[in-house]
């Protein structure tokens, strides 16, 4: 698409990082075999796809991105770091941010249990690795009116949970619009993994089209890429071909003028600094 026309479709264009012209953040949301033990399965068999996360995906992600030399958020369940807390240490000695995704995965509504749920994944995290998440996505999506308030008492930064627009946003947090949170969007239609893979049945080169494409257009727009995919077998890109979507994607993206990779804890940051710049 040419260059002039997707500028004509973009959102206004704030200060990045180092004065680049697009940030690139990289989302890993592990998914292990927390998700199915939350919904009641037995991860075995046909229900063992979580594993994959734990036994190649990680590991063959983890070597992309060195590789590329780009640092990723990754989005743990606090069961997932129970039982493979080496894996999570390994993670993070590479350089990568730890963030919290639930306890078990859980997307259903949690009522008066999800402070305490929300408490327990962070100690869990924290303990683990030796250093406090500051990042939470929603798994599934699913938020209520205690979530931002309880993170933020745990010291929480941002919010990567949202899908509503294409730039961060001061988070309200209870009923005030707060200059010590962020929300950082993800777009789960066309820059996820799973829509694709799943609801899609998306070949590997067509996914890889596609986020090429957005990251064009988001290049030369806005300038603020959120990726998100799973290093899963079944709805994930743990398995080599994908898996070598991502590895493609992010030499595309070093290829292009101007492209800042970092985690979303370091763009937080970044946003926080001046929040006046990020009011709606
Ligand atoms: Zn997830």
């Known amino acids: 698409m040419r260059e ?6 973009a959102a206004p264009k704030p200060v990045w990082p180092d004065g680049a012209r697009c940030v690139v953040s990289v989302t890993v949301h592990m998914d292990g075999p927390a998700l199915e033990v939350g919904r009641k399965q037995v991860p075995l068999g046909i229900h063992s796809r979580g594993r994959y996360s734990i036994k190649r995906g990680i590991p063959r992600h983890l070597d ?3 590789r590329h030399g780009v640092p990723a958020t990754f989005f743990m369940c606090g069961y997932d770091a129970e039982i493979a807390p080496g894996l999570m240490r390994e993670v993070h000695a590479a350089g990568h941010e730890i963030a919290a995704h639930g306890y078990v995965h859980e997307g259903w509504d949690l009522g008066d249990a999800e402070p305490e749920l929300l408490e327990r994944t962070h100690n869990i995290l924290s303990d683990c690795v030796g250093e406090a998440p500051v990042g939470w996505c929603s798994p599934s999506g699913r938020k209520s009116a205690l979530t931002l308030p309880t993170l933020r008492r745990l010291g929480y930064i941002y919010d990567a949970s949202e899908k509503d627009d294409d730039t961060p946003y001061l988070a309200t947090v209870g009923d005030t619009v707060s200059d ?5 969007p993800n777009n789960t239609v066309s820059l996820d993994d799973v829509p694709a893979y799943r609801e899609g049945q998306a070949l590997a080169a067509e996914v890889l089209e596609n986020w090429i494409q957005e990251l064009h257009a988001i290049h030369a727009g806005a300038g603020y890429l959120h990726l998100t995919y799973h290093p899963r077998s079944g709805f994930g890109s743990g398995i080599p071909a994908r898996a070598a979507v991502v ?5 595309e993206a070093r290829r292009l003028p101007g492209v800042h990779f970092c985690t979303l804890k370091d763009l937080a940051r ?5 929040p006046q710049e990020w009011a709606r």
């Open 247 to 251: 590895d493609a994607f992010l030499a």
């Open 64 to 66: 992309i991105l060195a």
């Open 180 to 184: 010590q949170m962020i929300v950082l």
């Open 4 to 9: 002039d026309l997707l500028r004509g479709l």
């Open 270 to 274: 970044h946003c926080l600094a001046q």
